[in-house]
C-alpha cells in the first residue's frame, strides 16, 4: 500500500447525535466502528453505513432486535432468531377491522348461528354463517325438508326427523308408502293418536313422528279400509310459512 494516509473526522455516536456535517460528508463513528454519511440535513443526520458483521453471508439484513408489542411474546429476538405469537382467549384472530390504516388489534370469531351480538367487528366461524343463510333462505318460502322414505317396524312407533328450519311457523306433511320408491303413496292424517300419525316437536330443528296405534285410514277402489303400519313406508315433508 502506499503511504498516502487519509484520516476522516471521527467522534463517539453521542458526538455524531449533536454533529451538523455537510452533504455528502463522511465521519467516523468510534463507538460502532463504522462510517456516518451526511445529508447537510442539521445535527444528527446521516445515514450509518452497515458493517460486514452485520449483513449476513447471502448479502440480505438480518434482524437483531424487535419489540414486542400487542398480539408477541417472547421480548427482543434472540441469537436462534425465536418470536411467537401469544396466546389469546375467546377466539381471537390478529386483524385491522377499523376501515382504514391501523395496526393489527385482536379480532374476536364468533360462532352464532343467529348473528345475534351484531358485531361490527368479529369475525364470524363458517358453521354459522351456513346456519344464518339456511335459515333466511327458508324464511322466504325455501329451504324446506323433506326427509327419505322410512322404514316403519309397527303401529305405534317413533321416527325422529332433523329439519334445521329453527323457529319459523312450519306446515307439516306426512305420507306413506308400500315400498321404499313411493309406489302408491297417499297422504296421511297427522291429527290423531290412534290413527294416521302425531307430531311432537323434540327441539327447534327436529320433531318426533308417531305412527297410530291401530295404523291409518286408507282408500282403495273407492272404498274406506283401516291399514297397519306394519311394513309400510313413512315420509315426511316440512314447508316454512
Request: net charge negative; proline share 1%.
Amino acid at each position: 500500500m502506499s503511504n498516502i494516509q487519509v484520516q476522516l473526522r471521527r467522534g463517539t455516536t453521542s458526538d455524531h447525535a449533536t454533529f451538523a456535517g455537510a452533504e455528502g460528508e463522511v465521519t467516523v463513528d468510534t463507538d460502532l466502528d463504522t462510517l456516518m454519511v451526511h445529508t447537510g440535513g442539521g445535527a444528527g443526520t446521516g445515514i450509518r453505513l452497515a458493517k460486514h458483521s452485520e449483513l449476513s453471508a447471502g448479502g440480505g439484513g438480518t434482524v437483531v432486535s424487535i419489540a414486542s408489542g400487542t398480539g408477541l411474546t417472547g421480548g427482543p429476538i434472540t441469537t436462534s432468531g425465536t418470536l411467537s405469537l401469544a396466546s389469546i382467549a375467546n377466539l381471537r384472530a390478529l386483524g385491522n377491522v377499523s376501515g382504514s390504516n391501523a395496526a393489527p388489534v385482536a379480532v374476536e370469531i364468533k360462532d352464532e348461528d343467529a348473528m345475534t351480538s351484531n358485531s361490527a367487528t368479529a369475525l364470524a366461524t363458517q358453521q354459522s354463517i351456513k346456519a344464518y343463510v339456511d335459515a333466511q333462505v327458508g324464511g322466504v318460502g325455501g329451504g324446506g325438508y323433506a326427509s327419505s322414505w322410512t322404514s316403519v317396524s309397527a303401529n305405534n312407533t317413533s321416527y325422529t326427523f332433523n329439519h334445521n328450519l329453527g323457529t319459523k311457523e312450519l306446515i307439516i306433511n306426512a305420507y306413506y308408502a308400500t315400498s321404499s320408491l313411493g309406489v302408491a303413496q297417499e297422504h296421511v292424517n297427522i291429527y290423531r293418536r290412534d290413527y294416521g300419525c302425531y307430531i311432537t316437536f323434540t327441539s327447534d330443528n327436529a320433531i318426533s313422528v308417531t305412527v297410530g296405534s291401530s295404523g291409518f285410514g286408507s282408500w282403495s277402489s273407492g272404498a274406506f279400509s283401516i291399514v297397519t303400519w306394519a311394513s309400510k313406508f313413512l315420509k315426511v315433508v316440512i314447508t316454512p310459512v
